[in-house]
């Protein structure tokens, strides 16, 4: 079965950096690979989706990039700034109709 | 717009006790609809998942179990709570297009004591 690993549970970041954050999966290359944000007490929220055809895709300050030799995505958020603090989810598809989540990796920019 | 709406926000139960989440999507025809678990410090765990009415999947065998009497309406349900079922209860859904993304709502926090 296919198996996430983001790579910390944790990065602190100082504002105005670039945080980089790693979605590595085990198995097969899935079909696409969406990254959420989560913020505490709260569901996650959808930021990008990138398919398994496309290298890199942009939102704003968002950059996601897919590596299907690497079997890897990382997510890049430029000019960090403190509400950018929360939890980071990748996600890939698998079977029909569902998504497998990572258990994310808590984002902190330090002002 | 299509909102999903989630209640209640946070449930304290006894170990035993029933337990009925109750989620409802508007805005939107036939999505697929969806019931996560998550634990402290662990990933998103999907439990159920539904592509219409009176059609349930379950990923894992556990104590709940999950109903969808109309289109828009997702319901988990147990008869006796344990321990274990304690964590944050999200409720999502999507369209039916490839890549569409999951729309959550705000979760229940279920504790059992």
């Known amino acids: 079965s296919q198996k996430i690993e983001q790579n910390s549970e944790a990065l602190n970041i100082q504002e105005g950096k670039t945080a980089t954050l790693t979605c590595n999966y085990t198995n097969y290359s899935p079909a696409y690979l969406q990254w959420y944000r989560q913020d505490p007490g709260r569901g996650p929220v959808f930021l990008l989706l990138i398919r398994e055809n496309e290298k890199e895709k942009r939102k704003e300050r968002l950059k996601v990039t897919f590596d299907t030799t690497l079997k890897q995505s990382l997510f890049h958020i430029t000019a960090s700034q403190p509400a950018d603090s929360a939890t980071y989810l990748c996600?890939?598809?698998?079977?029909?109709?569902?998504?497998?989540f990572g258990t994310g990796t808590r984002l902190t920019v330090i002002p | 717009s299509q909102t999903i709406h989630q209640w209640p926000a946070t449930l304290v139960q006894p170990v035993g006790s029933p337990l009925s989440l109750e989620c409802t999507v508007e805005g939107t025809s036939n999505p697929n609809l969806y019931w996560y678990r998550q634990a402290a410090g662990r990933g998103l765990q999907l439990l159920f998942y539904?592509?219409?009415?009176?059609?349930i999947s379950s990923e894992v065998p556990q104590n709940l179990s999950a109903s969808r009497p109309q289109d828009r309406q997702f319901i988990l349900s147990s008869k006796k709570l344990l321990l274990s079922d304690s964590g944050f209860y999200l409720c999502?859904?999507?369209?039916?297009?490839?890549?569409?993304?999951?729309?959550f709502g705000n979760g229940t926090r279920l504790t059992v004591t």
């Open positions: 539904s592509v219409g009415i009176g059609q």
């Open positions: 996600a890939v598809k698998t079977g029909a109709n569902n998504l497998f």
């Open positions: 999502a859904w999507r369209g039916q297009g490839l890549g569409s993304p999951l729309h």
